[in-house]
C-alpha cells in the first residue's frame, strides 16, 4: 500500500492551504487515516485522524479549530485543510493509515500506524 501526500507549499501567515493523501488501495474501511507533522530539530507531533465508517474525527490541541480534516470514499483519499495558517506550522506533514480499528484515546500515536507517506513540507513565512 501506497500513501502519496501532496499539496505542501509556501504560505504568508494567516494563509490556507489544502493537503492531500491519496491510498493506493481501498484497505482503510474499518480503520484510521490521518496526518502526523516533524517540525525540524523537533518530534513528530499529532495533527489529526478520521475514522474510515462513519467519519469521526480528532485533532491536536495546536490545529483545533484552524485545520479540518476530510475524506472521499471513492477516491480512497483523505484531505486536511489547514485555515489560519501560523509560522510554528511549518513541518513536513505525513499522512498515515491503519487497517483495523483503534481507540480514540490511541488516535494520536505514531507507532499505531501501518502505512507512511513520503511527506509534503508547508512552509508559513511571517
Known sequence: VQLQASGGGLVQAGGSLRLSCAASERIFSRGVMGWFRQAPGKEREFVTAIRWNGGDTTYGDSVKGRFTISRDNDKNTIYLQMNSLKPEDTAVYHCAGRRNRLISSALG???QYDYWGQGT??????
Open 121 to 126: 513540507l508547508v512552509t508559513v513565512s511571517s
Open 109 to 111: 500515536q505514531a507507532v
